[in-house]
C-alpha cells in the first residue's frame, strides 16, 4: 500500500484521505458515464432523435438557469452541508426517475436528458468542491491531477461494462446503478467532511461578487481584448460545431442499431474508447505538439478538423465516415484542444481571469449552444442533410478564421505580458505523471525579446529563458552578454549555466572583467559549474579573491575552496587555497556587516567541516547581530543537516521571530528527521512558539499523534487558568489600571489558546484552522460567532473535541465576571508584564503598594498611550515597548519645539499643554493648527528623515513624550 500511495505521488498520512476522494471521482464517473448512456438510448429510441435540436435550446437556457441557482446556493448554505446532500439528493431523483418510467409517460425522456447534464453538472461541483475543502493549495496541484485520472478511468470502465450491464439488468435500471453510485460517493463524502476540523469559511471577508458581476467584469475586459473578442465569436462556433456533429451521429448510431440495448452498448463502448485515446493523446502527444507548434496552432487544427469532417460529410454522408468524424472530434477536443484553450487563458491577468472564463462560459458558449438549436430546428425543416454539412463547413471555415486572428491575438499578448514584466507565463509547466508544457509560441517570443530595444522587455526575456533552460537559446544567450543592460547579462550568465552551454567557456571567462558586481558574481557561478579543466578556473578565479566587491570575493573564494582533487597538490595551489580560507575566515568575523553575510554564505556553500566548526563558534557570541545569526544558522545546515540540528532546535527559542521562521523553514527542508527533536523542544516554553512553526513546515506528520495532543491540553490549561484570572479581576471596579490588566490577562489566555488550536491544526486541516484563528483574532462578532460554532462541531465525539470545547469561552463577545481576584497568584506570574500590570492594578485600587518608581512611571505611559488614538489599537506588549522608547520633554511657554525646514527624525506626543503648528509663507506667519494633550505631531519623523514642513512652538508649558526615528 505504501509503494502504491508513493507512486501516486500520495504522501505519508494523506492515504486516509485521498483514498476516499479517489473513490469518489472513480464511482460518479463510473456512475454518470452508465447513466448517461443509458438515459441517450432511451431518448433516441422512445422519443426521437429528431427532437434535439428542442433540447440543444432547452440546453443553453437550463445551463444559464442552474449557474444562477448554484452560484445562490454557494453563497447561502454551508459548503459542507451542500457537498454531502448533493449526491444523496442526486440518488433519490434518480430512484424516483427510474420508478416514474414504469408510467411510460413520454414527456420523461426530455426531461431526462434535460435532467442529466445538469445532475452531471451539480456532481461535478460536489466532487471537486469536496477535493478543495480536503486539501490546501500546495496538496492540489500534486493531487488534483491524480484525481482527474481517477475520474477519466470511471469514465472509461464506465464506457466498456455498458453493454455487459444492460444485457444483465435492463436499460432503464442503469439508473438504478447510477444512483447506487452516488449513495456510495455520498458515504465517502461524510466520511472525509465528518471529519473535517472547519466546514467551509469564505477566504475573504470581503462580499463574494456575484455571478453577474462577474460577467459584467469579464465582460469588460474581454470588450477590450483583441484575443478575448476573437475567443468569444470562436467560442460561439464552438458550441455550434459540436451540436451539429452531435445530431448526425445520435441519428447515425439509432439508425445503425435499433434495438436500444444495443444501441447503449454501442454509445458506451464508443464513448469509452474516445475517452482512453483522448486521455492517452494528453498524456503523451499534447505537450510535445505544444512545445513544437504552440498553443494556438493546436486549438487552430480543431475548426480544420471540423472542416474536414463536413466537408467529407457533405461527399459521402455513411456511418462509418460519421463516427470517424466524431470520434477524432472528440479526442481532439479532450485530448489537445481543451488543455490548449485553457492553456491560453494565462495569458489573462489572474486578477481577472476567473471573471472571463465565467463571462465566455456563461455568455458565448450558452448562446453557441442556442444558436445550435435554432439552426437545426429550422434546417431539419427546410434542408436537406448534406446541407446541414454545408451550414456545418461554413462554421468551421468562420471559427477557423475566429481561431486564425485569436492567434495574432496572442502573440500580441505574450509581447504584452513580456512588457508588464510578467515572466511566470513563459515556464514550462509540470504536468501530472511526469512531462512539462511549453508553448513553442511564446518560447520563440522569448527568445525575440531578448533583442528589443526595450531593456525592460530584455530583462524579462532574459529571466524567462533563464528557468527555461533551452538549448536553442544558447546563442541569443551569448549574444546577451554584450548587452548594455546589467541585469540581462546576469541572467544570460545564470541561463547559461543552467543549460550546460560549455561552448560558451570563453565568453563567461571575459565576464569576469565586467564592471558590474552582479556580472562577476554570476560568471565566477557560471563558470563554477561548467568548466571541466581545474588549473583553468583556478587560474580565472584566483585574481578575484582581491575583487572590491565582497559578494564576488568570497563567492570566487567558496568555489576555490570546493574544487576536488587533484586540484590543491601542488604548492601553488595550497596557496591558493589557504588565501581562500584565511579570506573568508576574516571576512567573517571582521568585516563589515554585509560582508560578513556574503562571507558566512560562501562557507556554507564551501560545506568543509572545518567551516561548520568556526560557524558554530561564532553562534556562541551573544552579541551577533540577527542577520548574521540568520545566515550561520542557514550555513550550519548545508553544511552539515545532523551535526546542525541540535543548533536549529536551540535557536527555536530566539527572542528574534525571524530567527525562529529562519529556523522553522530550515528544520521544515531538513523533514523526518527534525520531527523528535522538535517536538521534545515544544515541551520547553522557550522554545514551544518556533517549535510550532517547526511543526508546521515540516512536510510530513509526526508518527504520532499523542504528544500534540498533550502539548494542545496543557495550552488549554494554561488559556483557561489566564481566562479565570482575568474573569476575577473583571469582577474589581472598573479603572485604567484594571482595564490593562484585563487585556493583558486576555490576550496571555488567547496566546495559549492559539497555540492549542494551532497544535490540532497540524493533526488535520492546518490551512482551514490557520484561517480560523484569524478570524478570531479579528472585531467581527459575527465571524467570530460562525467560527466558533465551526470549531465546536468539530469532532462530535473523540479526543479533540474535548480538547478544543472549553476553549470556545475565551472569544466570547464579554467575559462575564466570574469569581475573586487572586492578587498573590498574579503578582507571582511567570510573565513579567503581568506581574507589574497586577502590581499596579494592585497599587491603584489601594491593594497593597507599589515601591518601584520606574516601573511605576512606565504603567502610567502605557496608559496614557492607550489614549491616544495613533497608539490605541496596539496590544499592551506593544505599548510596553512604545512607552520604553519614549523620553520625557519639558517646553516653557513661546519656545521652538522644532523650525520649518530642519531634518525630522522625532515625534512629540503632547501630555499637558499646547502646541502651535506655524508655516512660514510669503514672509508671513501661518498657524496651521493647534496640538493639544492626547495628540501627536511629527509622526511622518519615524518614517523618513524629511525636512519639517511646519514649526512647532510651546503655549504654556508643555509637557511631551519624544520617541525619534533610531529607537523606533
Known amino acids: 500500500m505504501n509503494g502504491l500511495a508513493k507512486a501516486l505521488s500520495i504522501k505519508p498520512g494523506e492515504s486516509q484521505r485521498a483514498l476516499p476522494v479517489i473513490g469518489i471521482m472513480l464511482v460518479t464517473a463510473l456512475g454518470a458515464s452508465l447513466g448517461g448512456t443509458s438515459i441517450e438510448a432511451l431518448f433516441f429510441a422512445r422519443f426521437g432523435v429528431e427532437y434535439l435540436p428542442y433540447m440543444f ?26 457537498y454531502i446532500a448533493i449526491p444523496l439528493f442526486i440518488a433519490v431523483i434518480l430512484i424516483a426517475a427510474r420508478l416514474a418510467l414504469l408510467t411510460n409517460l413520454n414527456w420523461l425522456y426530455p426531461a431526462l436528458w ?23 493549495t500546495r496538496q492540489a496541484k500534486r493531487l488534483f491531477p491524480l484525481f482527474n485520472a481517477s475520474r477519466i478511468l470511471g469514465q472509461i470502465v464506465g464506457g466498456f461494462v455498458t453493454g455487459a450491464l444492460v444485457s444483465l439488468l435492463g436499460l432503464e435500471n442503469l439508473l438504478f446503478v447510477w444512483a447506487g453510485t452516488l449513495l456510495l460517493a455520498f458515504v465517502f463524502s461524510r466520511a472525509l467532511l465528518g471529519h473535517q476540523q472547519i466546514p467551509a469559511t469564505p477566504k475573504s471577508r470581503q462580499k463574494q461578487p456575484t455571478l453577474i458581476k462577474e460577467m459584467q467584469r469579464g465582460y469588460q475586459y474581454v470588450r477590450r481584448s483583441k484575443l478575448m473578442r476573437w475567443v468569444s465569436l470562436a467560442a460561439i462556433l464552438f458550441s455550434l460545431l459540436y451540436f451539429s456533429i452531435s445530431l448526425p451521429f445520435s441519428r447515425a448510431a439509432t439508425e445503425q442499431y435499433a434495438n436500444e440495448e444495443n444501441l447503449a452498448a454501442f454509445l458506451g463502448l464508443f464513448n469509452g474508447l474516445s475517452t482512453a485515446a483522448a486521455f492517452l493523446a494528453s498524456l503523451v502527444f499534447a505537450n510535445r505538439l505544444f512545445a513544437r507548434f504552440g498553443i494556438m496552432l493546436c486549438l487552430l487544427l480543431f475548426p480544420v478538423i471540423y472542416l474536414i469532417g463536413f466537408a467529407s460529410l457533405a461527399i459521402l454522408p455513411i456511418f462509418a465516415i460519421v463516427v470517424s468524424f466524431r470520434f477524432v472530434q472528440m479526442l481532439w477536443l479532450s485530448g489537445i484542444a481543451d488543455p490548449a484553450y485553457q492553456a491560453m487563458f494565462n495569458v489573462v491577468p ?40 454545408i451550414v456545418g463547413l461554413f462554421a468551421a471555415a468562420l471559427c477557423t ?38 508553448d513553442a509560441v511564446a518560447i520563440r517570443t522569448a527568445l525575440k525579446g531578448l533583442s528589443d530595444s526595450d531593456p525592460i522587455l530584455r530583462r524579462v526575456s532574459a529571466e524567462i529563458l533563464e528557468h527555461l533552460s533551452l538549448p536553442e537559446a544558447e546563442e541569443a544567450l551569448v549574444h546577451g552578454l554584450s548587452d548594455p543592460d546589467a541585469l540581462v547579462r546576469a541572467s544570460c550568465l545564470r541561463a547559461l549555466a543552467r543549460a550546460k552551454a560549455t561552448s560558451a567557456l570563453d565568453r563567461i571567462a571575459a565576464s569576469l572583467r565586467d564592471p558590474e558586481p552582479d556580472v562577476r558574481f554570476e560568471a565566477v557561478a557560471a563558470l563554477s559549474a561548467l568548466t571541466v579543466s581545474l588549473a583553468d578556473l583556478a587560474l580565472h578565479l584566483s585574481p578575484l579573491l582581491d575583487d572590491a566587491d565582497t559578494r564576488v570575493s568570497t563567492r570566487a573564494a567558496s568555489a576555490l575552496l570546493r574544487l576536488p582533487s587533484p586540484f590543491g597538490r601542488r604548492a601553488g595551489d595550497k596557496n591558493v587555497i589557504e588565501k581562500a580560507r584565511s579570506f573568508l575566515r576574516y571576512t567573517a568575523a571582521m568585516g563589515e556587516l554585509s560582508e560578513r553575510e556574503h562571507a558566512t554564505i560562501a562557507m556554507g556553500d564551501w560545506g568543509d567541516a572545518e567551516a561548520f566548526d568556526f560557524l558554530v563558534n561564532e553562534l556562541k557570541d551573544r ?91 496543557a495550552a488549554v490549561a494554561r488559556a483557561l487558568e489566564y481566562d479565570c484570572l482575568m474573569r476575577g479581576v473583571r469582577a474589581e471596579a472598573e479603572e485604567e489600571a484594571t482595564r490593562l490588566l484585563i487585556e493583558s490577562l486576555q490576550n496571555k489566555s488567547n496566546e495559549y489558546g492559539t497555540r492549542a488550536l494551532r497544535a490540532i491544526g497540524l493533526l488535520g486541516d492546518q490551512e482551514a484552522m490557520d484561517l480560523a484563528i484569524e478570524i478570531l483574532n479579528t472585531r467581527n462578532p459575527t465571524q467570530r460567532a460562525n467560527v466558533i460554532e465551526a470549531l465546536e462541531s468539530i469532532h462530535a465525539r473523540g479526543p479533540l473535541r474535548e480538547i478544543i470545547q472549553p476553549l470556545m469561552r475565551l472569544w466570547e ?19 513579567e508584564w503581568i506581574r507589574d500590570c497586577a502590581l499596579f492594578a494592585a497599587h491603584k485600587l489601594g491593594e497593597m503598594k507599589m515601591e518601584n518608581i520606574p516601573t511605576l512611571s512606565l504603567m502610567e505611559r502605557i496608559l496614557f498611550f492607550k489614549r491616544v488614538p495613533l497608539f490605541a489599537d496596539l496590544s499592551p506588549s506593544d505599548l510596553k515597548q512604545v512607552a520604553a522608547i519614549a523620553q520625557e520633554e519639558s517646553f516653557s511657554d513661546g519656545v521652538t519645539i522644532t523650525r520649518q525646514g530642519d531634518v525630522g527624525d522625532m515625534m512629540f506626543i503632547i501630555v499637558s499643554g499646547e502646541v502651535r503648528v506655524v508655516t512660514i ?21 519615524l518614517i523618513s528623515k524629511e525636512p519639517r514642513i511646519a514649526t512647532l512652538s510651546a503655549v504654556g508649558n508643555v509637557h511631551a513624550l519624544c520617541i525619534d526615528q533610531k529607537s523606533f
Not at 440546453?59 to 446556493?73: E, I, K, N, P, R
Not at 450558452?366 to 446541414?388: D, K, M, R, S
Open 921 to 941: 509663507q510669503n514672509h508671513k506667519e501661518i498657524e496651521l493648527a493647534r496640538r493639544k494633550p492626547g495628540e501627536y505631531v511629527g509622526e511622518m519623523a
Open 401 to 438: 478564421f475566429a481561431i486564425y486572428r485569436a492567434r495574432h491575438g496572442y502573440n500580441e499578448a505574450l509581447v504584452e505580458a513580456l512588457r508588464a514584466g510578467n515572466p511566470h507565463l513563459f515556464y514550462s509547466e509540470e504536468q501530472p505523471f511526469g512531462g512539462f508544457r511549453q
Open 623 to 713: 552579541n551577533l547581530p540577527v542577520r548574521i545569526r540568520r545566515v550561520v544558522l542557514a550555513a550550519l545546515a548545508r553544511i552539515d543537516e545532523a551535526k546542525s540540528m541540535p543548533y536549529l532546535v536551540e535557536a527555536l527559542g530566539h527572542t528574534d521571530i525571524s530567527v525562529r521562521e529562519t529556523v522553522a523553514g530550515l528544520l521544515g527542508q531538513i523533514g523526518g528527521p527534525a520531527i523528535e527533536p522538535v517536538l521534545l523542544a515544544l515541551q520547553n516554553p522557550k522554545q514551544e512558539q518556533g517549535a510550532l512553526l517547526a511543526l508546521q513546515r515540516l512536510p510530513e506528520l509526526p508518527p504520532s499523534a499523542k504528544p500534540l495532543e498533550e502539548y494542545a491540553r
Open 57 to 82: 435550446v432547452g440546453l443553453g437556457v437550463t445551463s444559464m438557469l442552474m449557474s444562477f441557482g448554484v452560484s445562490a446556493a454557494l453563497g447561502s448554505i454551508p459548503r459542507r452541508v451542500l
Open 350 to 389: 489572474q486578477e481577472r481571469r476567473d471573471q472571463v472564463r465565467t463571462f465566455i462560459e456563461g455568455v458565448p458558449q450558452q448562446a453557441g449552444t442556442f444558436l445550435a438549436g435554432a439552426i437545426l430546428i429550422v434546417g431539419e425543416q427546410t434542408l436537406a442533410p448534406q446541407q446541414l454539412y
Open 114 to 136: 434535460l435532467g442529466k447534464e445538469i445532475l452531471i453538472s451539480l456532481t461535478g461541483i460536489m466532487i471537486w468542491g469536496i477535493a478543495g475543502m480536503v486539501y490546501d
Open 813 to 831: 463577545e464579554e467575559a462575564a465576571p466570574e469569581g475573586n481576584v487572586d492578587w498573590q497568584r498574579l503578582i507571582m506570574d511567570e510573565d
